[in-house]
């Protein structure tokens, strides 16, 4: 038994090791019988080829060890796989909602975040969707990965180990800036789980926008600093001459309080030039976007 | 063999027909110049798709620099389509079974030889579709081969036309099989039994039922993307009452199926190689022949090892992973057989079957790396990294792909009637073995380690290994680029080859190289 980072990647190791093993075998078995073959029969040492027959009892034997063999291969891909799937009913619930292309992670108690913070200890059960096309959340450390699928709840559960920090990727191909959307798994002890979890924002100027920036995923593809992504900047844009595209009719607007909220609630209404058209619509309330917009403000 | 080729007529490239110039060649229905234009077109693919191929590798050493990240999207989506639709599925039975499929069987031609020249223009007509959703507005398709809704639903490239041409694409495959089908049970000659039928036949009967019966469901599944992206009707799209899986499901009761339309003929020229240069009968005729109609239908059940980690339940997924292991049996007492051919046998070893061997090994590796996949819980961490792109690379390019190569130097001398310098063809061979097993095996280590496949960029950790697959790369390159200039050259400077250079024992060894227009001047009786 493999021990790993996470309770589930120890069990995967140590039945991908089992299987590989027993595939190597196969394979050495299988090379080196065909290099004997080729060598000793080669036709300069053997210029007459011997007589063979067909081999009844030995057809059988090599398909019926194989397939024994196999059914072997499956039992140890299988016997673990009820476990990791079925998650304990005293599994901390944590909501994960994906998008082109950030992550979302909402807790019990409301809060949410780009990066997913989970104490030691204490098992946790993802529940993801998606809100457009198909995503898939991937802890490579932790050995699971399970497909969101827009209108359905998928799920998948483990246990840290250990305290650390770990990659989570997309890996399933979803567009344009699919390999960017990369976010991090910090497992904690349960104290300082629990300081994170109880802890308020602070309240800080615009602290608050950028939060809700950090939680919605706007920041995927939009920058704080003044390098463009897959959309502009914040930084500057509050009050300043943007060129849009509105219904296909090139104007310049200047970006006041009113068209940043447009943008926010009806991203395809005017698209600015040199960016494409395909932010999707994100549920705010009035007062979400308010402090959004005084966060762009202080970007000035 | 000069005093027999006097008893025949012209070889079929003298024998133009009504027209002449190119229209001698679109307009025939001579299977052998059919299978001759099949060959050129997928060889060119081939040639693109290496190029594109060779250029995502590029971009992955230095990412950013050489493609941008859209124009990376679209060219592993193109390299992808290019070579699975209008390469290795259409393949072997195209090219070399239209070739050889009625010759192994005593016959003049295939059963519906205009069918047969429709299923060529069709193949045209599609290919000439995907190539124009490259050049118009919108742009070539981003969305990968697979088509995965509801992405291919929404993104702005040009996908409803280039799905336009892979749907047409597959009657060109549908009409195939059903010719293969139908030449194989009406046109074999007196005596030909089953059990007498070369197995490069019985694997291309097995992989005609598999066209006509799987090819379908695919043209339905393009339908509703068209319809989907056309008019709004959202089969796939929850917000509509749609199921993203379902599209999974429906892609993949093709896609699956269609894994062993490349692979199955394939088997069935190693299966025709081997005992050749061992000198020997094959070892277990029938059962290499029951393997292969295992495989074709075993094969049918397999789909939802695509989607262990879709959100299919997890009743389906072991049920799937079950029969997947079932599967590989067939492919082991195949390899078995195989290997048991060369014993006491007195092996020649002549460029041909340098290739088949290394198909014997590629392919081992391609077909066990996919038992370490359809395992349910190592599945769950390779799924969707470069493990898998490492598998299927094994199982198409160094099952199927390396077939290609196989049948080219073995039937080489029969198609063009030229003899190629066997030097050349192993020293292509030695680097592109090298080049190959470098540029792969690099990507299960990656797979293992979590690099996600369809990433235009990764973490600094990933960097190494992948220089080294992309340094493989331009080695595998070298060596395709040593066979390819070796045939050619040969094409036009070749020596004279025999109508029965390597000793083979199959029909269209007894014919004249290359062989006359009507094959046989009388249908041969077998004893």
Same mark, same amino acid.
């Given at each position: ?36 073959? !080729?060598?000793?029969?080669?036709? +300069? ?19 019926? /060890?194989?397939? /024994? ?67 898939? !959340? ?13 209108? !359905? ?28 959307? /990369?976010? +991090? ?106 402090? /959004? ?8 | ?49 290496? &190029? ?37 599925? @259409? ?12 010759? &192994? ?5 295939v059963a519906f030889p205009r069918l047969n020249r429709l299923t ?71 005596? &030909? ?71 199955? @003929? ?45 959100? &299919? ?38 460029? @041909? ?7 014997i090994f590629l392919f081992s590796i391609g077909g066990l790396t ?42 080489? @001398? ?75 050259r040969a094409l036009f400077r070749g020596t004279q080859a025999p ?29």
């Open positions: 038994m493999v021990l790993g980072p996470s309770n589930i990647a120890g069990k995967i190791e140590t039945s991908f090791l089992i299987v590989v093993s027993a595939c190597v075998v196969l394979l050495v078995a299988v090379t080196v019988t065909m290099l004997v073959f !080729l060598y000793r029969y080669n036709r +300069k040492r053997h210029p007459v080829p011997g007589e063979t027959r067909e081999n009844i009892p030995l057809e059988i034997i090599w398909t019926v /060890i194989p397939t /024994i063999l196999v059914i072997f291969m499956f039992y140890f891909g299988w016997v673990d796989f009820d476990y990791i799937r079925n998650p304990p009913k005293d599994a901390m619930n944590v909501d994960v909602i994906s998008r082109q292309w950030s992550w979302t992670f909402r807790y019990k108690n409301g809060k949410q975040s780009d990066t997913l913070r989970v104490p030691v200890g204490q098992p946790v059960k993802l529940t993801l969707t998606s809100e457009d096309v198909l995503h898939c !959340l991937f802890i490579p450390a932790y050995r699971v990965k399970e497909d969101c699928v827009p209108g !359905l709840k998928t799920h998948l559960w483990f246990t840290a180990n250990e305290a650390g920090t770990y990659n989570i990727f997309c890996t399933e191909y979803c567009g344009l800036e699919h390999s960017h959307m /990369i976010s +991090k798994l910090i497992t904690m002890s349960a104290a300082e789980f629990s300081a994170w979890y109880q802890s308020k924002p602070e309240a800080k100027a615009g602290q608050k926008g950028l939060d809700l920036l950090q939680s919605k995923g706007c920041l995927g593809c939009h920058t704080t600093d003044g390098t463009p992504k897959v959309g502009p900047t914040f930084k500057g844009l509050y009050e300043r001459k943007v060129t849009v595209s509105t219904q296909g009719k090139e104007r310049t607007i200047v970006a006041d309080e009113e068209y940043l909220k447009r943008a926010v609630l009806d991203p395809g209404s005017d698209v600015v030039k040199g960016f494409p058209n395909i932010m999707p619509k994100m549920p705010v309330s009035e007062d979400e976007l308010k402090e /959004i917009v005084n966060y762009i403000e202080t970007l000035k | 063999m000069e005093n027999n080729a006097a008893d025949y007529e012209n070889s079929f490239y003298q024998e133009k027909g009504r027209y002449n110039g190119v229209l001698s060649w679109l307009m025939s229905t001579d299977h052998k110049r059919i299978g001759i234009q099949y060959l050129a077109a997928i060889l060119t693919f081939f040639s693109i798709g290496v &190029m594109l191929g060779l250029l995502v590798r590029l971009s992955l050493i230095a990412p950013g620099k050489i493609l941008s990240q859209n124009t990376y999207n679209q060219v592993f989506s193109v390299h992808g389509i290019l070579m699975i639709f209008l390469f290795i599925i @259409p393949g072997v039975p195209v090219a070399f079974g239209n070739f050889f499929l009625p010759i &192994m069987i005593g016959a003049r031609d060529w223009w069709l193949y045209l007509a599609g290919a000439a579709l995907v190539a124009l959703s490259l050049f118009t507005s919108g742009g070539p398709p981003d969305t990968g081969w697979t088509f995965y809704a509801p992405y291919s639903i929404r993104a702005q490239a040009n996908i409803t036309l280039a799905v336009t041409g892979v749907f047409v694409l597959g009657f060109s495959s549908i009409l195939t099989g059903l010719n293969f089908v139908t030449t194989i049970h009406r046109l074999r000659a007196p005596g &030909m039994t089953w059990f007498k039928l070369p197995l490069f036949v019985w694997t291309l009967y097995a992989t005609g039922w598999v066209q006509m019966l799987a090819t379908p469901v695919l043209a339905i599944t393009l339908v509703f993307i068209i319809l989907g992206r056309v008019f709004g009707v959202g089969f796939f799209d929850p917000s509509r009452g749609g199921d993203p899986i379902l599209y999974e499901h429906l892609f993949w009761t093709y896609s699956h199926p269609a894994v062993y339309i490349m692979v199955l @003929p394939a088997m069935g020229i190693i299966s025709e190689v081997i005992p050749v240069f061992a000198r020997k009968k094959i070892f277990g005729y029938k059962a290499v022949a029951y393997s292969a109609l295992g495989i074709a239908s075993v094969g049918y059940f397999v789909w939802g090892h695509h989607m262990f980690t879709s959100g &299919m339940s997890d009743t389906a997924r072991i049920i799937f992973s079950f029969i997947t292991f079932l599967v590989a049996v067939p492919s082991g007492i195949k390899i078995f057989n195989w290997v048991a051919t060369l014993y006491k046998g007195s092996i020649m070893p002549n460029a @041909p079957l340098y290739f088949a061997l290394s198909f996919g038992l370490i996949i359809g395992s349910l819980a190592p599945n769950l961490h390779l799924h969707g990294t470069y493990f898998i792109v490492a598998h299927f690379h094994y199982v198409m390019f160094g099952g199927a792909g390396f077939a290609i190569l196989t049948a080219l130097h073995y039937w080489f @001398p029969k198609m063009f009637g030229k003899m190629y310098p066997e030097k050349p063809a192993k020293v292509g061979w030695f680097i592109l073995f090298i080049g190959f097993n470098l540029l792969y095996f690099s990507m299960f280590i990656l797979g293992y380690r979590g690099m996600p496949r369809r990433y235009f960029d990764y973490p600094p950790e990933y960097f190494n290994l992948h220089l080294i697959s992309t340094i493989g790369s331009w080695i595998l390159a070298i060596g395709l680029l040593v066979i390819l200039v070796n045939l050619l109508s029965d250079p390597w000793g083979g024992k199959t029909l269209e060894w007894k014919i004249a190289s290359p062989p006359p227009a009507e094959n046989f001047h009388e249908i041969p009786e077998i004893k």
